[in-house]
């Protein structure tokens, strides 16, 4: 008897892992099945339901905050910041990163565990420019970037690049073809930035 082999796919992040079928304990199911399904379900609705609004930016950009800052002083032009960054392509998975591939992190590929930024100097595109804007210490956003605008970024000089050898290859691999990124930033410091009243008529 000959059995055909099934290829392995990778789960996108938000679908449901058969294996917790087998795991998840719901009370009152002796049987499994349908009950269990029901609850994975539910629990995955709900992480999707309190996900923050998805803000619109500009053509290729949008982003999802998940932490407000302290206010003072916030992001603005000329203003020097520290950010804590991780940089990953969600067009490029693996069951290991089902999320998307990781091709920089500040915490492994640069000794001062910061990108440091100015705002105006060229050091980002606009694209990272404009998301950060207003933002300020302790401040956590979500960047989406399209495939374009991520080869703007990479096409500028200024995408920050892995120390290792494996992460270079992925990059190199990830700007073969399609690359959406997903960009997750901290706000470490923020040094030059005007006062959160001012923020507003700041262009």
Same mark, same amino acid.
């Given at each position: 008897?000959?059995?055909?082999?099934?290829?392995?796919?990778?789960?996108?992040?938000?679908?449901?892992?058969?294996?917790?079928?087998?795991?998840?304990?719901?009370?009152?199911?002796?049987?499994?099945?349908?009950?269990?399904?029901?609850?994975?379900?539910?629990?995955?609705?709900?992480?999707?339901?309190?996900?923050?609004?998805?803000?619109?930016?500009?053509?290729?950009?949008?982003?999802?905050?998940?932490?407000?800052?302290?206010?003072?002083?916030?992001?603005?032009?000329?203003?020097?910041?520290? +950010?804590?960054?991780? &940089?990953?392509?969600?067009? %490029?998975?693996?069951?290991?990163? /089902?999320?998307? *591939?990781?091709?920089? =992190?500040?915490?492994?590929?640069?000794?001062?565990?910061?990108?440091?930024?100015?705002?105006?100097?060229?050091?980002?595109?606009?694209?990272?420019?404009?998301?950060?804007?207003?933002?300020?210490?302790?401040?956590?956003?979500?960047?989406?970037?399209?495939?374009?605008?991520?080869?703007?970024?990479?096409?500028?000089?200024?995408?920050?690049?892995?120390?290792?050898?494996?992460?270079?290859?992925?990059?190199?691999?990830?700007?073969?073809?399609?690359?959406? +990124?997903?960009?997750? &930033?901290?706000?470490?410091? %923020?040094?030059?930035?005007?006062? /959160?009243?001012? *923020?507003?008529?700041? =262009?």
């Amino acid at each position: 008897m000959v059995v055909a082999s099934v290829p392995f796919i990778a789960l996108p992040a938000n679908a449901i892992d058969p294996a917790l079928l087998k795991t998840l304990p719901t009370e009152g199911d002796t049987t499994g099945g349908s009950k269990r399904l029901a609850e994975v379900m539910k629990i995955q609705q709900e992480s999707i339901n309190n996900d923050p609004e998805l803000v619109e930016l500009m053509e290729g950009v949008s982003y999802r905050e998940y932490r407000v800052g302290n206010n003072s002083p916030v992001v603005s032009d000329g203003s020097r910041v520290g +950010l804590e960054m991780t &940089v990953r392509c969600s067009t %490029v998975t693996s069951a290991s990163e /089902p999320n998307g *591939a990781m091709i920089y =992190s500040t915490s492994r590929d640069d000794d001062l565990g910061e990108l440091l930024v100015k705002i105006g100097g060229g050091t980002v595109p606009a694209s990272i420019e404009k998301s950060i804007a207003g933002m300020s210490k302790g401040g956590q956003k979500r960047i989406y970037l399209s495939s374009e605008r991520a080869y703007e970024w990479k096409n500028s000089g200024t995408l920050p690049m892995p120390k290792g050898d494996r992460e270079k290859r992925i990059v190199e691999r990830v700007f073969k073809g399609k690359a959406d +990124l997903i960009v997750e &930033v901290k706000v470490a410091r %923020v040094r030059g930035g005007v006062g /959160p009243a001012d *923020a507003t008529t700041t =262009s």
